[in-house]
């Protein structure tokens, strides 16, 4: 048999480093951060938008003020040549009132825009507040959880870090090919990669103790020969022990 014995240890220590990982990347700080963060960006988009909004409407106000002084102005003028035109010239008498009907009627309406804008200005405002408000209130949160558990972290750093270190010594002792498998297994979350096979009926059927299927006569004999081969179920590393 292949000296497994490099990796086996290799996979003992392995396993304790994820588990450290694991309670790192499963904190429920984590997840908290993670709503926080997007939260803070929906927050972050209302008022970038807010402000464009608010832009929007400042140039409808300031257009809107220059028609209502120059629609302002055309009544007056109509309003001052109307007397002037003779009671019997009915014709233009009509003209002139239709006219000035007209410009009353577009100030109106421009009015009324103007209503509907100023109540859509209040809107963006309160929107810009509220949702400036919460994501200042989301930073501070983020800022908090963060530190509480960047503290998590450098209490595991040390055990992390003698597990990486103690990886990296053994990793020097495994055959390339053995640990270039052992690490494609790793890599798809299959731990334990290396498994030992099991026999209940004196060597007759084999099964891997990783995921408890028996193994076909072909892989069973490739087993014996080598005293190691493949899952053809799980794809794990089997090895047998005598």
Known sequence: MKNLQPLLEYQKIDIQLRKELNEIEQHELQEKLKQAKEQFETAKNNVVKSEQD??????????????????SSKIDAANKKLPKIA?????????????????????????????????KSEHVIDNYKSSSDRGKKLKDF????????DEFVSKKAPKINDYKKSLAEIKEKINPKLFASYS?????????AIVEAKTSDSGKTYNCTGCGMSMSNATRGALLESEITNCENCKRIVYLTK
């Open 87 to 119: 009671e019997d010239d009915i014709e233009m008498r009509g003209e002139a009132i239709s006219a000035l009907e007209g410009m009353i009627s577009k100030l109106s309406e421009l009015d009324k825009k103007m209503f509907d804008a100023k109540r």
């Open 54 to 71: 608010a832009g929007s409407l400042l140039e409808f106000f300031e257009k809107a003020e220059k028609m209502l002084g120059e629609h």
């Open 142 to 149: 983020h800022a908090n959880a963060k530190g509480k558990l």
């Open 184 to 192: 494609d297994l790793t890599s798809k979350r299959k731990y334990p």
